[in-house]
């Protein structure tokens, strides 16, 4: 058996989350809650990408046009478009340095695969718990590189640590921290000089508005030697539910005389089918201009929500990181209160309904995370009832 398995802490926070939310709804079945915890999208699909997936469907209907497989890395004509869209942002990549995935929680654990069991991994804390969880899976040794308001929860590199692979999300789930060009260059230079190799997770790139900011690892020279880029349309495009995300493995990424492009081929032809072609069209739908505009106009709404959420926290003068060029806030929870106590605080006196910050990592405790992927509606009323409450 993997032993891996038995090394794995058991996952309580959103089954917690929910437990006292049903507990709440039951003693209170006429309060009307505002959910700023959720992670999932809530506007549908974009016109473009509907139109798409209609046709696609339509094609599948008649042998003239029906599609069987797929090619395992990704059709062409969607590789070719996410190409187009990285150059457009300055950036050269192939189209067969690019996967087509179904989505990035796929790529973040099977990327794995490539790598020697047993590596030293670190990884940002307070984490997206899945990149913790499949390194233990896989038998890895996970350095937590601690993080807290001191450095903006924006860990560093450190000589002293080692390092097989790093793990970064830029803008960050939970804390919607953002590295900026330096700092992500003092990182390339990092896994340069220690042969480490850098995931990064650019999940929710789109929101980022600074131009200061970049949006791609390969925006940072010398990236394409040390840094495999895996994104996903699930917050861009609202595809949470459809799935389909990218991975970028540049050519010049070479470990122990070994292509890491190549061996990602191998894996893919190895392990699976492709996504699916009514999938990959609708995909593609996102990076024409007019997608592009629409997914945008969605963006801007969850925007908005997370302006709302900002101007309170800024009158109530409670600290808090992201927000601006991320869809989480990341607050410290007010008059010392621990992260569940200010939960149950929100829950009960302003039935609001918020994450709570250690669920992520011990660092995490006495902060909080807000979401703005909830209706403008709730989000302005659960602003005022913060003002409310805490003003
Ligand atoms: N990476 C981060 C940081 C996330 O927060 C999420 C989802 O919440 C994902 C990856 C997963 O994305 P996908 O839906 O493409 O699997």
Redesign the pocket.
């Given at each position: 058996m993997n032993r891996g398995y038995a090394d794995l802490e058991d996952s309580y926070l959103f089954h917690r989350i929910g437990q006292k939310v049903a507990a709440f709804e039951a003693e209170h079945p006429d309060a009307h809650l505002c959910r700023m915890g959720i992670?999932d999208v809530s506007l549908p699909l974009c016109d473009a990408v509907i139109k798409a997936l209609h046709a696609a469907v339509d094609e599948q209907a008649s042998k003239a046009s029906f599609h069987g497989y797929m090619p395992e890395c990704g059709a062409d004509f969607l590789r070719e478009a996410i190409a187009r869209h990285y150059v457009s942002r300055g950036i050269g990549l192939e189209p067969d340095e690019i996967f087509v995935?179904?989505?990035?929680?796929?790529d973040?654990g099977s990327i794995l695969d490539i790598f020697e069991r047993g590596i030293e991994v670190q990884i940002m804390e307070p984490a997206?718990p899945?990149y913790v969880d499949a390194n233990v899976m896989d038998g890895n040794k996970v350095i937590a590189r601690e993080s807290g308001k001191e450095n903006g929860f924006l860990p560093m590199p450190d000589n002293a640590l080692p390092a097989n692979l790093i793990y970064i999300?830029s803008p960050?789930?939970p804390t919607g921290a953002t590295y900026g060009r330096q700092q992500l260059e003092s990182w390339v230079e990092y896994a340069i000089a220690n042969d480490a190799i850098i995931i990064f997770?650019a999940?929710?790139e789109a929101f980022i508005e600074d131009e200061s900011i970049p949006h791609s690892i390969y925006e940072v020279p010398g990236a394409r030697e040390c840094a495999i880029e895996?994104c996903?349309?699930?917050?861009t495009a609202g595809?949470?539910g459809t799935?389909?995300?990218y991975t970028v493995v540049p050519k010049q990424l070479e470990r122990d005389g070994m292509g890491l492009n190549a061996m990602w081929v191998r894996n893919r032809t190895t392990r699976t089918n492709g996504v699916s072609y009514i999938t990959q069209r609708a995909a593609a739908a996102v990076f024409t201009p007019e997608g592009q505009a629409q997914v945008k106009a969605n963006i801007d709404v969850y925007k908005g929500n997370a302006a709302v959420l900002m101007e309170a926290l800024d009158k109530l003068d409670i600290w808090y990181t992201g927000g601006r060029n991320a869809p989480y806030i990341w607050l410290e929870c007010p008059d010392g209160m621990g992260s569940w106590e200010f939960f149950d605080f929100l829950l009960e006196r302003a039935n609001i309904v918020g994450t709570p910050g250690v669920g992520f990592g011990p660092c995490g405790e006495g902060y909080f995370r807000f979401s703005s992927f909830g209706s403008p509606e709730d989000t302005r009323l659960a602003a005022s009832r913060l003002l409310d409450l805490l003003g």
């Open positions: 992670g995935s179904s989505g990035a929680s796929d973040l997206y899945a999300c960050a789930n997770d999940a929710y895996i996903s349309l699930s917050k595809f949470t799935r389909c995300g």
